[in-house]
């Protein structure tokens, strides 16, 4: 696709619930990051995928929380057990290579958990 | 551990005036810098970063290791510059950037 695209845009789930988010990179991109911002604060690392290979997950804040990404191309991150604290946007942005720090970012996921 | 800090959550200005909008950081050793914007229903977007040195829609921004600061300036604000700046840091061998929490710029007609 021309950009990078996220679904849904819009998430509301009952706490306890999983919830998945999935992130379509710009074709070709090989570098794939998750960010996710909270009401208030900037943009808070998760984790980074070269191809399909995670070498940075340092970012996310609990076992609850884990991402995938198959053929170097969609992605997906999996919050289980969903607690209040997880409402956020979460933000997909891609490169053509890693290093380069021109992210194309998604619209983003509004996850709100009640 | 690295640290952007930008000082102003918000920032009003009239048209035609100066702006500035400050970052701070805190790394131990070279970091690259970039400033990243979003304008009103649109997505978060590169605006230049500082090895570049380049002038981008009349902005810019000089790294002041010393003050360890990089600060984004315009001579002349338009109605069109109002919109959210972050200030972004990237550490040696780190591809993640560490943001600021940002500036929400208000350009006054």
């Known amino acids: 696709g021309a950009g990078v695209s996220q679904s849904p845009s819009n998430k509301v789930t009952e706490k306890g619930k999983d919830v998945e988010l999935r992130c379509d990179p710009i074709?070709?991109?090989?570098?794939l990051y998750w960010y996710r911002q909270s009401l208030g604060q900037g943009l808070e690392f998760l984790i980074y995928?070269?191809?399909?290979?995670?070498?940075?997950k340092s970012g996310l804040p609990s076992d609850r929380f884990s991402a995938e990404r198959t053929g170097g191309s969609v992605s997906t991150l999996t919050i289980q057990r969903t607690q209040q604290e997880d409402s956020a946007v979460y933000l997909c942005?891609?490169?053509?290579?890693?290093?380069?720090?021109?992210?194309?970012f998604g619209s983003g996921t509004r996850l709100t958990v009640v | 551990a690295q640290r952007v800090t930008q000082p102003e959550k918000l920032l009003s200005v009239f048209k035609g005036a100066p702006v500035e909008l400050k970052c701070n950081y805190s790394?131990?050793?070279?970091?690259?810098l970039f400033w990243y914007v979003q304008y009103s229903r649109q997505r978060l977007q590169l605006l230049l970063r500082?090895?570049s040195r380049e002038s981008i829609k009349g902005f810019t921004a000089d790294l002041n290791k010393g003050e360890t600061s990089f600060h984004l300036k315009k001579p002349f604000a338009q109605e069109e510059d109002s919109a959210m700046y972050y200030c972004?840091?990237?550490?040696?061998?780190?591809?993640?950037?560490?943001f600021g929490k940002g500036t929400k710029l208000s350009v006054i007609p």
């Open positions: 942005a891609t490169e053509g290579r890693a290093g380069l720090y021109g992210y194309t």
């Open positions: 074709s070709g991109h090989t570098a």
């Open positions: 995928f070269q191809g399909n290979s995670a070498p940075d």
């Open positions: 790394y131990s050793g070279s970091p690259e």
């Open positions: 500082h090895i």
């Open positions: 972004a840091l990237a550490g040696a061998g780190s591809y993640q950037l560490t």
